[in-house]
């Protein structure tokens, strides 16, 4: 190869690792793993796996203090400071110190929280969670049923109602593989194995694993 063909061949070797490098640099990486209950996509394999305890009501991490479960070990952590006492952080303004970071931050959440209700004064972080909001006074419902026409406040509330339609049950106990339409009544179910019973009555203090249990003669 003369040396005009060397310096082509150096420029075009390059171009392509320029750009390769500018496609990386500049476009988003491609979330490639998705969930196959809500078809929402994530980045690494990690976050789907901690995702999917949002369908199935997996809490692996227990506490060794008092058994309690949770679906994230920050959780756990977090949970294990009401035993120890521990407070890691502290306040910048006042040293006051915390067991979790959201109490240090707190003055600094409360001034984010700049978009306000014109109607009950209530504040939110962005425009569209107040949006949202906003919808408890009005009453809008734009999520609409395709099947029946029903309408929702909220795309969930819609996506849950619409697995009445499909039998559509993604979550799952995990001791005896009995399979739910939402993920509330795969909690109420797991009491059944605990033995939990969260719900007390006012006035005899017999406990219950549902709410609508209090009310039942």
């Known amino acids: 190869m003369d040396q005009r063909g060397a310096r082509r061949a150096e420029r075009h070797k390059g171009g392509r690792a320029a750009a390769k490098t500018s496609g990386a640099d500049g476009g988003e990486e491609k979330k490639k793993h998705q ?13 789907l796996t901690n ?3 949002v369908h199935t009501g997996e809490k692996p991490f227990s506490c060794s203090y008092c058994e309690k479960t949770f679906s994230h070990k920050c959780s756990l952590d977090a949970h294990r ?8 952080y502290s306040c910048q303004v006042c040293e006051k110190r915390f067991t979790q970071t959201s109490g240090a931050d707190g003055r600094e959440k409360k001034k984010k929280k ?6 009950c004064d209530k504040k939110c972080r962005d425009k569209h969670t107040l949006i949202r909001h906003i919808r408890v006074h009005t009453g809008e419902k734009p999520f609409s049923c395709s099947i029946c026409q029903k309408t929702f406040a909220r795309e969930f509330g819609l996506d849950s109602h619409r697995r009445t339609h499909t039998g559509e049950r993604p979550y799952s106990c995990q001791v005896c593989e009995k399979k739910f339409t939402h993920l509330s009544a795969l909690r109420s179910h797991r009491r059944t194995h605990t033995g939990e019973k969260p719900y007390g009555c006012s006035i005899c203090d017999k406990t219950f694993i549902k709410s609508i249990n209090k009310t039942s003669t």
């Open 35 to 47: 969930c196959h209950v809500c078809v929402k996509k994530f980045r690494v394999k990690r976050d």
């Open 51 to 53: 995702h999917i305890r």
């Open 81 to 88: 400071r009401t035993h120890t006492g521990e407070k890691p």
């Open 114 to 119: 700049k978009h306000q209700c014109h109607v």
